[in-house]
């Protein structure tokens, strides 16, 4: 069974305090890995795609890596306005139906 | 350019009933995708549409379908409704090609009594 997980669950941070979200998966094959972030009350917001190990995507204070079996959303130097729920996506080979994982809670304090 | 938009934002049902949830995808976009979200299971896929045909489908049962209009804009309907089927629909819209960049509405929050 195909299966993400994310961690830390929630995690807060000092503006300006830099760290890395994890996502770790289960699948047989890749056929990509998306990030998210999601704002209370609203639909969630497309960051990156990954396709293969080794790629790495990167949007202002955001770099999303990826490995065989996970990637790692990278966040430098936070600002409050970064404070969110991070989700990423798995779409296995030979699929075009992603799995979620439940999210990481970010908060960034002032 | 106008973002996805969906309707109702808000509704409130009956165990039994029927519900039916549009949603219009940005311009130019073909794919329209469903999701559902609640606190239990997370987000979930529940089936994507391109050019009026479904193109891929979830694991949920037969209760749940959708479909897609020559414009885009695109329905989901759900039939005899479970309390279990309360969650918050989203729905996203894309160029159509597989990690295209998807642009999400705002949802429809559903409750079931």
Same mark, same amino acid.
């Given at each position: 069974e195909d299966q993400? &997980?994310?961690? !830390?669950?929630?995690?807060?941070?000092?503006?300006?305090?830099?760290?890395s979200l994890n996502c770790s998966y289960t699948v047989s094959g890749l056929r990509g890995?998306?990030? $998210?972030?999601?704002? #209370?009350?609203?639909? !969630?917001?497309?960051?990156? %795609?990954?396709y293969s190990a080794g790629e790495e995507k990167e949007k202002e204070r955001l770099k999303a890596t990826l490995t065989?079996?996970?990637?790692?959303?990278?966040? %430098?130097? #936070?600002? #409050?306005?970064?404070?969110? %729920? $991070?989700?990423?996506?798995?779409? !296995?080979?030979?699929? $075009?139906? !992603? &799995?979620?994982?439940?999210?990481t809670s970010l908060i960034v304090h002032p | 350019k106008a973002g996805v938009t969906q309707t109702p934002r808000y509704l409130i049902k009956t165990? @039994?009933?029927?519900?039916?949830?549009?949603?219009?995808?940005? =311009? @130019?976009?073909? =794919?329209?995708?469903w999701y559902q979200q609640t606190p239990g299971q @997370?987000?979930?896929?529940?089936?994507?549409?391109?050019s009026e045909t479904q193109r891929n489908k979830g694991n949920f049962p037969g209760r749940f379908s @959708?479909?897609?209009?020559?414009?885009?804009?695109?329905e989901m309907n759900v039939s005899t409704l479970e309390l279990g089927d309360s969650a918050l629909y989203l729905c996203a819209s894309s160029l159509g090609g597989f990690g295209d960049e998807q642009y999400f509405g705002p949802g429809t929050r559903l409750t079931v009594t």
């Open positions: 993400v &997980t994310q961690s !830390p669950e929630a995690l807060r941070l000092q503006e300006g305090e830099s760290s890995l998306f990030w $998210y972030r999601q704002d #209370p009350g609203k639909g !969630p917001e497309f960051l990156f %795609t990954l065989k079996k996970e990637s790692f959303l990278h966040i %430098t130097a #936070p600002k #409050p306005e970064d404070s969110a %729920t $991070y989700l990423c996506a798995v779409v !296995p080979g030979g699929s $075009y139906i !992603p &799995t979620f994982g439940r999210g | 165990r @039994g009933q029927q519900v039916t949830l549009s949603c219009s995808p940005i =311009s @130019g976009h073909r =794919s329209v995708s @997370g987000l979930q896929f529940l089936f994507e549409y391109f @959708g479909r897609q209009f020559s414009n885009s804009r695109s």
